[in-house]
Structure formats: C-alpha cells, structure tokens
C-alpha cells in the first residue's frame, strides 16, 4: 500500500493534486476534476500549471484561483499618462515620415481623379475632373479660379478632406478610448491632462459664476472620455477647415465689416465734434453782435 502511494506521488496522476501540509487546505473535488480537465499539474508550494511552464493557478484556502498576471498596456502605480508612442529612432522617424507621404499622395490623387457633374438646360449631364479644373497641387490649370466649375471643384475637395478626416477622427477616439487606466477611465498624456483640468475648472467657474440666473443652463462637468472624444474631434475638423474655400471669403468679409462700422463710427465722432463746436461758438457771436448794435 505504501509502495503504490509513492508511486501515485511519483506519477503524473500524483502531482494533478497538491499533498496538503499543516493546515492548509485541499481542493475540493470539483477543483480537482477542473484540474485533470486542464491537464494541469501541481509544480509546488499550491500552485499549478502545465508541465515545464509558469504556474497559472494557485491554490486559495481550499479553492482553485487563476493567477493573474500584468497586462501590457495596463497602468502601474507612477504610470498614469499615455507614453508617446511616436518613432524614437531617426531610422523609424524616417519610415514613419515615408508612410505618410505615401498615403498623402494617393489620397491626392484620389481627389485629383474625383469628377464634379456639371447640369445645363438642355444638355446632357457632364462629369469633369478635379484636376482639369484647379491648379497645383490639385491639378494643372494655371488659374485656380480660371475655371468656370473653379468654385464648385473646391467645394467638392473640401467635401472630400471633411470625410477623410471626419473618419479618421472616429478612428482614433475609438482608439484612445480602448486604452484605459485602472479607474476606467482614458489615458491622456501629460499636456491633455493639463488641458483637462483647465476645462473643468473652467466650466465650474462658469457655472458658480451664473448660477444664479435664470436664463444660465448649468453645464456638465467633462469627463475624460467627453473631453478627449470634443479634442480631437476639433483636431482633425480643423485639418478638413484649412481646405474650406469659404474660410478665406469669411475672414474677408469680416475685416470687410469692421473696417465700415469703423468708418462709420468716426464720421459720427466728427459729426458731434462739429455740433459741438457750432454749438459753443453760438453765445460768443451773439455776444458780438450785441456789442455792435448797442
């Protein structure tokens, strides 16, 4: 009995279980059936595992527990904001630098090959490249506004970059966003972080501040998510904005504005400088004549 005891002990079937020592609990025998299903064994000190590699459970007070093991990307204490995960080496910068400048000159020449439809009473429709429209760099015209389908060929290129970006966009806040710290939350880099807590002391200040009117509706406190989904939303819209050809007309037409109300306002300051002036000089010259009659 004692010699097929340690030959038991000695065998694989043996160390499916662990001996127990002193006062520590066995497994229950449903652990152990858990074990056998595995085909995991006992590798000492209440740990198990498979043969020649790491333990992955251990034994708990009597129950059969996973051991957990650090993840990559998970936060550990003094690791709380994003790493930069931008090329280090000038080799990997240079790669990375190639990589763009591919996928900016296809999506360049996407929009270039893009067609605009043109409608005239009485014909039939016709399509016509972007890039016999425009100039360089979105064609060879030699005026960029020579073209009469000049302003409708921008709009579409504008219409092109606010979707490409407008995707990109989503792309990387459903990226970020996956990459959590132990609170659940996303992980910022150190200037979001800075960023972020301006915007919520901002937003308390504002709502302390008007509070007490009843016109003022109180802002929610941003969060984490809120805050890293409105930036870099407002990062790649701003990319599709440089391509906006209404950008330039409104700037124009803002300073076209400006100027007017501010020619307007100085006609009127001359205007009450000149009544006034009537205005005092009326006594004296009444005073004169007086003086003359008399």
Known sequence: ????????????????????????????????EKLKKMKLVHLGQGTYGK????????????????????????????????KDDKPKSKKDQEKAQKATSKKEKKELEKIKKAKIVVREPGKPDKE??????????????????????????????YEMYKERYGKEGKAEVKKRLKNKDKNGDPILTKEEQTLYEREVERVKQENEENKNDEWYEEKPIPNKSSFLNDKITDEYNKKADYFDPEGVITIGLKNQVVMKVCLVILTLM?????????????????TLDNHYLN
């Open 51 to 82: 043969e020649g590699k790491p333990a992955t459970y251990k034994n708990v007070d009597g129950k059969l527990t996973k051991i957990e093991k650090d993840k990559k990307g998970d936060t550990k204490k003094g690791d709380v904001f994003k």
């Open 270 to 286: 001359m205007m009450m400088i000149l009544i006034l002036m009537t205005t005092l000089e009326m006594p004296n010259q009444m």
């Open 128 to 157: 016509i490249a972007i890039e016999d429209i425009l100039s360089d760099p979105f064609g060879k015209a030699k005026n960029n506004d020579e073209h009469p389908q000049a302003k409708k060929a921008k709009k579409k290129v």
């Open 1 to 32: 009995m004692i010699r097929l005891k340690n030959i038991l002990l000695e065998s694989k079937v043996g160390h499916l279980v662990e001996q127990p020592k002193g006062n520590k609990k066995p497994l229950s025998d449903k652990d152990k």
